[in-house]
């Protein structure tokens, strides 16, 4: 895959280590040199539109914010911002802004031009659907920049619109989940009421895997495919075993792609509540 349509994929910035499972170093080297992709230091990168958050937050007076900050951090995002998030103070007179995102909030405690990863992860918390915003939250984590404990802490405090969508990100939120794919998956299998956990171990035999999502308690595996992630000969030799003795052994097994999880999520989310469904009305004839 090109480059930059893998930097897009992932939301418009991402880690070498996701970056390079879709794409290969000689590309992604002849992306910077053409000033198509930023490296941002300690192996991240991000794509040039999120300089225009920087230009319009310069321009208004206010700091990048929500998806945009996510991106200038340089997480994997579900996709990348259609415009510019800037938030201005909440006393500000901006008004008639054009071509971005505008949000008006309490800013005394931030500093420069973009906002914290901390409060980042919370005000995508606040406004994006869960899914999305788990995403998020989990990309701050995976890379280090928000610990677990601290997002609950500043989630407990939260006031107002969006307090609960943030406590419940950071209820949810894990480092484990390899990329924004996986994320948004667990997301929508959260919302249909499955209680699951990314990569949570599974001993088949003598041999212990880590399936993307599961719901130990259910005995449900969900996986989400993609040819970019699960490509070649070995790995569908690797994955066609996996699922099978997953089944040998008493686990369901289901499968999403990445085009059904990120455009047609209301598909997957009733896949999941009918077999929940039929579950239940196992066991209730049991």
Excluded at 161 to 186: D, I, Q, T, W
């Amino acid at each position: 895959m090109d480059a930059v349509e893998a930097l897009e994929v992932l939301g418009g910035a991402a880690g070498s280590r996701n970056l390079l499972r879709l794409t290969t170093a000689r590309k992604l080297r002849t992306a910077i040199s053409r000033g198509r992709i930023i490296r941002l230091g300690r192996g991240r990168f991000r794509l040039p539109d999120a300089d225009r958050a920087l230009a319009k937050a310069i321009e208004i007076g206010g700091m990048v914010s929500h998806l945009s900050a996510a991106q200038l951090h340089g997480w994997e995002l579900p996709f990348p911002p259609t415009l510019p998030w800037v938030s201005v103070p909440r006393n500000a007179k901006t008004r008639g802004v054009r071509g971005c995102q505008l949000k008006w909030a309490e800013l005394s405690e931030e500093r420069g031009l973009v906002t914290s990863p901390l409060r980042t992860v919370i005000d995508c918390a606040r406004v994006l659907p869960f899914p999305a915003a788990l995403a998020v939250a989990d990309s701050a984590l995976r890379h280090g920049d928000v610990d677990a404990e601290t997002l609950v802490r500043a989630a407990a405090v939260v006031r107002g619109k969006g307090a609960a969508g943030a406590r419940r990100v950071a209820e949810h939120a894990s480092p484990l989940a390899a990329n924004p794919f996986e994320s948004v998956l667990r997301g929508v299998a959260i919302d249909a009421g499955l209680e699951v956990r990314p990569q949570s171990p599974i001993s088949l035999g003598s041999v212990t895997i880590h399936p993307d999502v599961v719901d130990r308690g259910r005995r449900l595996v969900i996986e989400a495919e993609s040819w970019e992630w699960h490509s070649g000969k070995e790995a569908f030799q690797r994955d066609c075993r996996r699922y099978t003795m997953l089944v040998v052994c008493g686990w369901a097994v289901l499968r999403f792609t990445w085009w059904q999880v990120m455009h047609d999520p209301d598909f997957v989310r009733s896949c999941l509540l009918t077999w929940l469904e039929r579950q239940e009305e196992q066991e209730d004839a049991a």
